[in-house]
């Protein structure tokens, strides 16, 4: 049976911290493949244009053979939920055991997802740590557990583990959040975000303008 694993995020824009935490993955569990899957209509945030999260996603997976991207999302109207995700993307790739990776932020969240119950057995949670506010490694562990507790208390089982990464500052929100202020000091190369981003996704975003008053 192949193991695989499922990333889904709104990835607005992708960063380092994605891709540090999927490469993580691929080598801890170990993971055949990745399969990046960009959200169409995330139910919970507003983002630029599903085409351009994707071109940058392109760009910042490109060099690396297990590292593959599903626009299997576009198939289906409405919010974007995981759990259809996951079963859509089970017909596509039978005889899989699956996983899911996820920062502890959305972790934290999943009793609360869509038929999250249900999806919450039907994979193996890769969970990266990140700071909520300000805990160690220990208290996230514990967030870990008291989200398997009020899993349980509906008698539904979990899986999951830490992944062993370094904590990441990076979020796709101090991205925006750089570039909206480069553009207000008229600064039209987006060089704040240099080395949080790949390099062809800094370009990207400056072609575009994205993420300042101006963007597209
Ligand atoms: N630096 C990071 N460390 C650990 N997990 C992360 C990190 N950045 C993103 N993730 C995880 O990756 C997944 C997709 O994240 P998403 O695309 O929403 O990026 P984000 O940086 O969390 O965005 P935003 O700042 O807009 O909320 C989520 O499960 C999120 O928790
Ligand atoms: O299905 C849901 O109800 C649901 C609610 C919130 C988040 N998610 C999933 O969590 C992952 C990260 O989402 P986001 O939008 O925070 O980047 C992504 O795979 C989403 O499908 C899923």
């Known amino acids: 049976m192949q193991q695989l694993a499922i990333f889904g995020g709104t990835f607005d824009p992708v960063h380092w911290g994605h891709l540090l ?19 169409l209509n995330p139910p919970h945030k507003k983002a630029v244009s599903f085409e351009h999260r994707v071109e940058m996603l392109k760009l910042a997976v490109r060099e690396n053979p297990a590292f593959t991207i599903s626009l299997i999302e576009v198939n289906r109207s409405g919010n974007s939920y995981a759990i259809n995700t996951l079963i859509d993307l089970s017909s596509f790739y039978p005889n899989t055991h699956w996983h899911w990776i996820v920062g502890l932020d959305t972790f934290q969240t999943l009793p609360r997802w869509h038929r999250g119950h249900e999806l919450a057995q039907m994979c193996d949670w ?6 909520l506010g300000g805990e160690n490694v220990t208290q996230s562990e514990l967030i870990c557990k008291q989200v398997e507790q009020q899993l349980r208390k509906q008698s539904h ?7 062993n990464i370094p904590l990441v500052g990076v979020s796709s929100s101090l991205i925006r959040q750089l570039c909206h202020n480069d553009s207000v000091k008229t600064t039209s190369d987006r060089l704040s975000i240099r080395y949080l981003v790949p390099e062809p996704v800094r370009s990207y975003i400056t072609a575009h303008s994205l993420y300042s008053d101006k963007s597209e």
Do not use: G, M
């Open 21 to 39: 935490l999927a490469q993580t993955a691929l080598y801890q569990v170990p993971l055949e493949k990745i399969i990046w899957v960009p959200s």
């Open 126 to 131: 890769l969970i990266a740590p990140r700071l």
């Open 157 to 163: 089982n979990i899986r999951w583990q830490f992944l």
